[in-house]
């Protein structure tokens, strides 16, 4: 039932007796208004006036204003608000950008399952922020997305916040290492920070910084969490001390849906990506090692598609990159520094006959190709190392003798520092406003200060180390030690038009998820990593989805005559074209060294590849026969790729159907069912989304008579709207006062403008050129934004036109379309499940006629019936008396209800058959893990510690599976006993 309470509507929940003799109740409740919708609360009777509702009191009042305009915007308003329920999602209108079918079936099967958790392994490039922005806005239009919880790398909090709000418009409040500091200020010391706002973004680096905010998170629900480049929760080798994995894992169970991007979904190793798919669901893999699973077991949670995939449908989103070759970008080593390669040439050959570590072996020797600097400095550190130990008088005389032959080296003398400086001027870049915007990459710190030192003197350019300096200056540096908020605004100033920004001098900081290609294309390798998942990440920052210019790629080479180092150049020279040879054909995910880990693929190319001398290590299909790892490898590779070939086919099957298919045999997690009606009476509309912002801000500026509803101005197809002073406080204006955070509301303080307006249009187009031209301008940040169901203006307006009627009351006008005496009431009727999830929403209309006939229709077929948009007050009105008109509005609530029950009846017997099937998976799921525990507690002694960890592990899933029946499954797919109705329309026949 709902209830009234503290101006507000609940459905509650449960009731529970506190006092027998008083009658006093406890009543859980869910928000059912807009503003409290998914809050639970809990009210004592005693203390609280509960008052439960009753739609047969409801109280109709004529509309007396001009052509019935109060009645047509609160129904309006009315059906906004109504969550979206039906079975394929609706992605017309629904962002500002261009819908691709591929990108649609991400939304199609994170709406198919019984709560959305999806792993999307998308590769590099293909815009998996735009498809987690497309679930996201889908899951809000159903309700089921009221908080959110983003977690993304510290480099990407402003960039992913703000290609949510650009192309979305859903508000993500930054909470970055500042935002935290400053919420704290403004909340009691005990207030939990991540309740105080709905939708939030925040690093994962914050999180481990701020050790003491994990207790809130224990104690924070979310609707949806989302977290970016997931490779790095998969918890490593030592999950247990993972703290990543472990705050994931913790969010998880806190959550209702997850998603998780990542181009790079697994190492080779099958429990790492094991885990990941646990994180979405614990009963997804049976073998508690996560280490045996077959592609049926992760099929309904992943899905993966590479370039070619999609190319036909990208077209021209994707630009041919082109290699500058490498005879342009190497050049010979002179005198000086071929002396150092003999010494570290020879550091090899010793090696090779004694015991060195791999820093001695080959570390030195990459070191030293990054810049005399970082290899000085490597030598440095390792000398003070091997003069603590004993017997190590060999290694430190080669070391001191290698520490003398660097001494008279730096970078502004290296072969290939002069390099850099050739192809910087080839490119025409001399650091003033016409030079083209250059990312250039190493991957020691220590040459990127030596490196940025040279660049500024060899250009006269003024140069500061400070990271607070760094998003104003013409050259810039990023790494992982800046802080969240310095490296997000430096990220940003490389990607705004007229900053002054013209080279970001990068660590491998930059390597994952930054978008750099909005104004550069050109990137320059200034060392080599050994890597081709460094390198496909790399480049991927530029030659990605919407890249409008030719990615140009530069590899600096230098090429060295000393003993055992000359081979090495034919090695990377075919690691290079290993990279462009994956780029141009590859349809899979597969790491041609079946390594998977950057690191482990950088030890594996020098001690296979260099040390072996072995020129065709890139070619081998298996360079270890019968390695246990490679084998693993391989049949990772094979199961994801059959896991996301056979997803895609059901999406195919799916979308090869004009009409949604009522239900044939689907995944265990499966999603709801369509309506029973036909057709989806959850959208309609009667007003176009100009038309509504327009005659519905007209009209309460004239109702409120507030001086602060500015007419809104019009231009072309843009609109031009001051916000009023309480929807500047609604949506958190830092200039609107700070005294209340209206937190299920609040949007980016970035996305206010200087004049405090908010520029509007339905055209998508001119949001896309608003957006780049935000980039040419100001940042990510556009200024013109499409006008949207979702926008908060919108839902404002939505929310106060609800208010045009006292509660309790709807309005009622006549129609001359209708004969005399008949009445057509209309409803929005609602079937939640028991934690209040809207599975039915339906909008239907019970007419009532002379004699005592009464029918069912669709609201949009009554509506139309009445002449509804052309309606106007004639002065007619009908002739039922009052005591008559209030019988016959609970004979059409009663009407409503049973009709609801009908659909509550045919929805229970529709879902029941895939709600079977879920719990025969999961006492499948548990009769195997059981068999599995058992198995290894076999040979275990019963009483050690690992047997005991093992059986608190197999209670822990029986636990998991009886909560799932009793809690999880009643609470959101079984639907509540009662449905619920809103009479919000009258329409009487005058004819």
């Known amino acids: 039932m709902r209830v009234l309470c503290r101006d507000a509507e609940w459905l509650v929940t449960k009731a529970e007796s506190l006092n027998v003799a008083t009658g006093s109740q406890i009543a859980y409740c869910l928000g059912a208004d807009e503003m409290v919708r998914g809050h639970e609360a809990a009210f004592v009777t005693d203390l609280d006036d509960v008052q439960p509702i009753d739609p047969r009191d409801t109280r109709l009042t004529r509309d007396s ?34 819908p691709m079918p591929f990108q649609v079936k991400a939304v199609e099967k994170a709406l198919r399952q019984m709560r959305p958790r999806l792993l999307l392994a998308d590769a590099v490039g293909l815009g998996k922020t735009i498809q987690v922005g497309m679930i996201l806005a889908e899951m809000i239009r159903r309700g089921r997305a009221a908080r959110i919880l983003v977690l993304a790398k510290k480099s990407m909090l402003t960039q992913f916040q703000s290609e949510l709000w650009n192309r979305f418009a859903i508000p993500l409040v930054r909470l970055d290492s500042t935002g935290l500091a400053r919420l704290r200020l403004r909340i009691p010391a005990s207030k939990n920070p ?127 990159r082109h290699v500058v070759p490498l005879a342009e970008t190497t050049a010979d080593a002179d005198e000086r520094e071929e002396a150092v390669y003999d010494r570290l040439a020879r550091l090899r050959r ?58 008279t080296l730096s970078i502004t003398g290296s072969t290939r520092y002069r390099l850099l400086v050739d192809q910087l001027r080839r490119i025409g870049w001399d650091g003033g406003p016409a030079s083209p915007r250059v990312l250039l990459f190493t991957e020691s710190r220590v040459t990127q200060e030596a490196l940025t030192r040279a660049l500024a003197a060899e250009f006269k350019l003024p140069w500061s180390e400070r990271q607070e300096d760094q998003p104003g200056q013409v050259m810039a540096a990023i790494h992982g030690g800046m802080s969240d908020v310095w490296l997000g605004r430096t990220v940003e100033a490389f990607g705004t038009g007229t900053a002054a920004m013209r080279l970001l001098v990068a660590t491998n900081v930059a390597s994952e998820g930054v978008n750099l290609h909005h104004h550069c294309w050109h990137i320059i390798h200034y060392d080599l990593p050994w890597s081709i998942i460094t390198l496909i990440q790399r480049n991927g920052r530029i030659d990605r989805f919407g890249q409008t210019h030719t990615p140009e790629i530069r590899y600096l080479m230098v090429r060295t005559q000393a003993g055992e180092l000359q081979g090495d150049g034919a090695i990377f020279q075919r690691l290079i074209e290993k990279v462009e040879e994956i780029n141009r054909t590859a349809r899979s995910g597969e790491s041609v060294l079946k390594i998977y880990d950057a690191d482990g693929e950088e030890t594996f190319v020098a001690e296979r590849g260099l040390l072996a001398g072995d020129p065709d290590l890139f070619d081998r299909e298996q360079p270890a026969a019968g390695d246990d790892a490679v084998a693993e490898a391989q049949s990772m590779e094979a199961l994801l790729r059959k896991a996301s070939l056979d997803a895609m086919d059901d999406l195919a099957d799916l979308f090869g159907d004009d009409e949604p298919a009522p239900a044939p045999p689907v995944p265990a997690d499966a999603a709801e069912p369509a309506p029973a009606a036909p057709g989806d009476a959850s959208r309609i509309r009667l007003y176009d989304e100009a038309a509504f912002l327009e005659e519905g ?270 809690n999880w499954r009643r609470a959101h797919f079984e639907a509540a006993d009662h449905p619920t109705t809103r009479l919000v329309l009258a329409i009487e026949g005058v004819r």
Request: proline fraction near 5%; include cysteine; glycine fraction near 6%.
């Open 65 to 98: 204003s001009h052509g019935f305009q109060k009645a047509k915007l609160f129904l309006e308003a009315q059906l906004r608000q109504m969550p979206l329920t039906a079975a394929h999602p609706d992605v017309d209108g629904i962002g500002a950008f261009r």
């Open 194 to 320: 991540f309740e105080v706002y709905h939708r939030i973004i925040v690093s994962m680096d914050t999180l481990k910084d701020v050790g003491r905010y994990r207790h809130f998170l224990e104690n924070t629900r979310w609707d949806v969490v989302v977290i970016d480049e997931a490779h790095n929760v998969a918890g490593a080798t030592n999950p247990d001390r993972n703290y990543s994995y472990r705050l994931a894992r913790l969010l998880s169970r806190r959550a209702d849906s997850m998603i998780l991007t990542t181009a790079t979904p697994h190492n080779g190793r099958k429990e790492t990506f094991g885990r990941l798919i646990a994180l979405l669901d614990p009963s997804a893999i049976p073998d508690p090692k996560y280490r045996q699973y077959t592609a049926e077991d992760i099929k309904p949670f992943f899905l993966m598609r590479f370039k070619e995939d999609i190319r036909a449908e990208a077209g021209d989103d994707f630009a041919a």
């Open 350 to 407: 010793d090696g090779a006959e004694g015991d060195r570590n791999a820093i001695v072996r080959w570390g030195l020797y990459k070191s030293f190709l990054s810049s005399p600097e970082a290899c000085r400095s490597m030598v440095e550190t390792s000398l003070r190392t091997l003069q603590r130990k004993r017997g190590e008088e060999a290694d430190i005389a080669a070391l001191d003798g290698l520490r003398g032959a660097l001494e």
């Open 697 to 966: 801000y007209a009209y309460l500026s004239q109702q409120t008579g507030d001086r602060s509803y500015h007419p809104i101005e019009k231009t072309g197809k843009q609109v031009v709207l001051t916000p009023p002073a309480d929807l500047r406080r609604r949506l958190g204006d830092p200039e609107a006062g700070r005294d209340v955070i209206f937190g299920a509301t609040a949007i980016p303080e970035e996305a206010w403008t200087d004049d405090r307006r908010f520029r509007l249009t339905v055209d998508p187009g001119r949001v896309d050129l608003a957006i780049r031209a935000a980039r040419n301008l100001r940042g990510q940040w556009s200024e013109e934004l499409l006008l949207t169901e979702l926008h908060p203006v919108s839902r404002w307006l939505a929310e106060r036109l609800m208010m045009l009627m006292p509660r309790g009351e709807a309005p009622m006008i006549a129609s001359p379309y209708l004969p005399q005496g008949e009445m057509c009431f209309c409803f929005i009727g609602q079937v939640s499940s028991r934690a209040g999830t809207p599975l039915i929403v339906d909008a239907h209309a019970v007419v009532m006629s002379k004699g005592g006939g009464r029918a069912i229709r669709p609201l949009h077929t009554a509506l139309e019936a009445a002449g509804f948009k052309d309606l106007a007050d004639t002065g007619k009105h009908g002739t039922l008396p009052e005591p008559l008109l209030r019988g016959f509005v609970k004979g059409a609530v009663d009407e409503s209800l049973d009709y609801l029950a009908n659909r509550r009846r045919e929805r229970q017997a529709e879902v029941k058959p895939l709600l079977e099937r879920e719990e025969q998976r999961l006492n499948n799921w548990l009769a195997r893990r059981r068999a599995r525990i058992e198995e290894e507690l076999a040979e275990l002694n019963p009483t050690g510690a690992a047997a005991i960890k093992k059986r608190q592990d197999l209670e822990e899933s029986e636990k998991y599976v009886k909560d799932r029946a009793q």
